[in-house]
Each structure stands twice: as C-alpha cells, then as structure tokens.
C-alpha cells in the first residue's frame, strides 16, 4: 500500500468516525426529545413513570466520550461486507449500522479469527488512537495467512498504555482464550483461577457486559451483581460498565450485602475464625429447629356461639407435614397457620353448609387461641434474635469447648438492640435471615478476589444467586485472610455451584516479565497449586535497593517515577502508610489516597488486591511480610500490582524468598 494510498484510506476512516460520532449524537437527541414529551404519550401517571425512567437510561447510554474511540476494529470480509466494531451499537438515521456493538455476534470474529481459521475475515484491521483522534491502523491479511498476533504494534500499545484513575475496559485487546469466558452462556457457572495480570477481573466485567446485552429484558428483571472485596477496589472498576454503555448493574462488597445490623466491634481472631467457618450455618439452622414444639393439647377457637375444636392428633401431623417441606422458618409459620384455618373452614361449611368468607378467614387467623398455638409451637423470631441467642449460649452439638467460648458474649448484651455486632455477625445474621425467609436471587453474580471469601460469606452470594450463574474470579496464591481458599471446589460448593468449570488464566499482558519473575520466587512458599504467571511483556524496569533512610528514598522514587508517564502507588504495610504520606507532603509531592484519582497514591498493602498502577514502589517488604499470617502472600498481590516499572525499597533484609536468585 502506498503512501498517497495509506493517507487516502486514513482519512476515510476519519471521516467515518466522524460521521458515526455525528449518528450517535443523533441518536441522543432523539431519546432526549422522546424523554421530554414521554409524560405527554403515556397513558397514566405509572406508565409515565416507567417510560420516564427508561428513556433516561437510554439517553444516558448514548453518552459519547470524545476522548474514548467509537470503533476500535473493522472486518472485512470475503463477501465483500464491511463492519466496524465498536463499543456500542450506532446507526445512521436510516437504521443501518455504522458501528457494531462489540458483543454482537458478527464482532466475535474481530476476537476469535485467525490465520488458520479465518472465519470468512478477508482483512482485520485495528485503529491506533490518541485520545478520541484516529492516528493509524494496520491490517491483518488472514485469508492469506497472515496474522501478526502479539506482534501488532497497536495491540501492544493499548495493553501497555499508561494508565491514571479508574480501570479501563478491553473491548479492543480482549484475546481468543479471554472473549471464549466472555461469551459463556448464562446459565453456566465459571471459576477463572487467573494469575496476576492476565485481565481475569476484565474478564468477568465484560462477561457481565455481555450478557446484559444478551438477556437484556431477563437480566433486567433479576439483576447483577459485582461483588468486589473492598471499596477501593469498587471504585477501581466504577467506570468499566459504564462506559460500555451498562449502567444497571449493581456493585457492594460482602459487608454491603450483609449490613442488616451496624457493626461496632471487632473479633478476636479465633472467634473470628469459628464464626466465618461453614458449620455456623448449621449451628443456626439446628438451634431455629429446635424452637419448633410438638402440639400437646387440642385448639380451642371461640366462633360466636360455635367453638371450633381441632384435635392434638390433628395438629401434630400439621406441624409434622410442614417441618418435612422444609420451607424457610417464616413461611413455615404461616403454612401452619393457613392449615389450621383450613381445618377451621371445613368445619364450618360442615356445619353451616356455605364456604365461609375470605374476611372470617382472616379473623381465625388472628384468633387469640391461634396465634397462642403458633406462638408455642412454632414462634416467630428474627434473624438478629437467633444470632443473640446462639452467642449468649453456644450449643455443644457441632462445635468444641474451646469454640464455644471463643464466640460466646463473654458479658452477653441486655437486650438484641444493644448488642456491638462484629463483621462476622453479620454474615450469621444474614444467615439467620435466609433461614427465616426467602432472599432474593440475581440472575448473574461476578465475585472477583474470591479466594479470600470465608465459607459464611460464600453463603451469602450463594444466597444471592441461588436461581441464577456466577464468574468466580481470584488467584489462590494471592489469598491472604486466615481462611482463604486453598482449592476452588470448596469454595464452589459453599456457593452452591459445585459443579461449575474451573478455568486457568496464566498469561499475562498486564504484568512484565521481570516483575512476575520476582513475585513467582513467592509460589513455592504460598502453599497452593497454581501455575506460575508467565508474561509476553518484555518492556518492564525493576530496581531492588537497600537504602538507609526509606522516606527520602520514597520521595525521590516518587519524584523518578513521576518523569514517566501513568500512574504511581506508593504501597507499604499499613503502619507505614501516615508516616510516608506525611513525608511526600513535606516534600511538596501530591499523593491521595485509595479512594482519590490523584496520580500518586499511598496505599496500604491490605487494600492492595485488585488495583494496578504503572509505576509501584514497594516500601519495606519485610514489614508487609511481618504485618500478618500470611504476609508472604501479601507480598505476592502487592509485587504483581506494577504494570510497568517496580522499585523495591528496604532497609531490613528481604524475605528470603524473594532475597535469593532462582536458579
């Protein structure tokens, strides 16, 4: 292709770009204006309403970033059609498309062809942007055979692209073995072991993108759900739906979901572990069965001049039929109540000929004698007061007398209301609840950093995505809370999804290959079985330095990692943290923190997972190694979070994992 040519071939894409910006606005306007005149075309005030809130929502995805490129790609194919692919659907006032939406089915070829199957792709060809402007493109001749892969210069640099603020999506990298996990089908359950790196948090946002573009009406009804370890984490990944257009999707962290009591205190470690430990669930389940009574006397009801009578034997097997359902507790009750007024009812039409009505039902129901026979067989309880009740006197039936007093209320609160609940009771009181009622179910669930997640709080996803399919994400060699998962079936089964494919993503193209080579030195000594991370970057920078005074040594590294471009986290143990932040300000740098978008971050090593800056400077490992259990796991998630460059300071000697060459 000559050079007229290339000049001449950029400037039509140009102009399409362009010209499918212009149809996007169009687009916009149009929904503004259905938007504006929705109240007049509904029919009532409800259907104002919803039509109302659906507009807006369309008008909110149609919102266009001229610093994010409309289309990434176009195939061309051998019968002569042409489409480009983008982040969004866009037509022309005609209707026909100018952009296809990456999840269509056409675009998956953009992902999944190549040389050896070309799936009818004569050329595809990838744009380079700067900003929203269009700079370049290069094709790829698969119906002759030509693919350049990791050789593509403008695929490289968009993996490698420095970065600053919230994660960005990958709609225009994503890779084969990635878009496959991608476009799983929903009611396919997916556990992606993924080493640091490898873009499995990508994966699982983009899946949910995906399927909401899928199921869009059934996934709207039943909702997803983002469950993200931290809300530093949250906010990382607040912008990647969004800007794909999805903005229905809501996002918490376990202590989100499970915040029906405040939490005002803290566990001893060893209470904690006995309360996150999956026989809790039947500990609660076995102390609200035992509130249920066997009847021992026969039900009197007064009736005006009737006195309805139900014998022992009757009620018996009432309340022996219900307990064999196994309904939830607080539907069991009523199935007990509904039952009784039942045998009430047939005693009155025997007796007066005629069904009585719906009204008198609802009296017998709220009888005294009725209500005093529920009340003794099969009270009502709330979830906080089975709770209570358990840790003011743990049964001996599953757990061991050390466990006992490791939970009990060493001085048992007066009353429910004024009990200081831990995280952990939390997730028991949630629990609790799911005995007693049934909890609404999201019709998909992505959980990321899943190896940290207790057996009781897979329990409350499970709870969550009971009639719907989950994207487990996580690393094991990155667990770092005392129970994290050292095998993935385990905690699939306490998410009830047993059987759910075990995927492994072990290639990176965030990480380099330096910075994975230091951090693989760790695996040995984690504990799990996992494949070591191999990376295709060969860009990255590493420096290891002993240094006698580590604030100025930070400083300084702040201020070298500053003449690059992307972003820079400064990640130390949490002790640390103030002292160094304190230090960068008296040395007039700016740094925020893990919730700020500033462009050097101090962030403590606890809050680390999940998060990945251009530039990392590690400070002291072996305080970060020192600071818990499992600090040398916490050295590997805090080593893996460089996308570019790592330094290395400290002043006491490295852990020795890491303190010696592999051979």
Known sequence: MTLHTLEAELADERAHLAASRAALRRMRERAEALFVTGEDVAGDAYSAETL????????????DNPNTPLFFGRLNFENDERYHVGRRHVTDDAGEPMVLDWRAPISRSFYRASASDPQGVAVRRR?????????????????RGEEL????????????RPRVGPMRDIVATIQPEQDELVRAELDESICIQGAPGTGKTAVGLHRAAYLLYLHRERLKRAGVLIVGPNRAFLHYIAAVLPALGELDVQQATVDDLVARVPVRATDEPAAAAVKQDARMAAVLANALRARVRTPTEPLMVPDGSYRWRISTEALR???????????????????????????LVRQAEYTSG??????????????????????????????????????????DDLLTHAERDAIRWAKPPRTVKSAKWTAADAALVDEAAGLIDRVPSFGHVVIDEAQDLSPMQCRVIARRSEHGSVTLLGDLAQGTAPWAARDW??????????????VPLRTGFRVPEVVLDLANRLLPALGVDVPEAVSLRRDGALRVRQVTDLESATVTAVREASEFDGSVGVIAADVAVPVLA????????????????????????SLAKGLEYDHVIVVEPADIVAAEPRGLHRLYVVLTRAVSRLDVLHHAPLPEPIATQRQ
């Open 52 to 63: 109302g809130r659906t507009l807006s929502r369309r008008v909110a995805e149609l919102a």
């Open 127 to 143: 744009f380079g942007f700067s900003g929203g402007e269009l700079t370049s493109f290069e094709d790829e001749y698969l119906g």
């Open 354 to 395: 005629e069904s009585p009505s719906e009204a008198w039902q609802r009296r017998m129901g709220k009888a005294k004698p009725v209500v005093e026979f529920l009340d003794a067989v099969w009270p009502a309880v709330t979830a906080e007061q089975l709770v209570f009740d358990v840790l003011c006197d743990p049964p």
């Open 317 to 343: 097997r009432i309340v022996d039929e219900v307990r064999r359902e196994a309904p939830p507790y607080a539907i069991g009750r009523e199935r007990v109540r509904a039952r009784v007024v039942a045998m």
């Open 149 to 160: 892969g990791t050789a593509s210069r403008i695929l490289t640099a968009e993996i490698e």
């Open 582 to 605: 304190k230090a960068l300000a008296a040395a007039g740098v700016t740094a925020g923190g893990p919730d700020d978008d500033e462009r050097v971050t101090v962030m403590p090593a």
């Open 489 to 502: 079936r385990d905690t699939l089964a306490h998410l009830g999804k047993p059987d759910a494919r075990v």
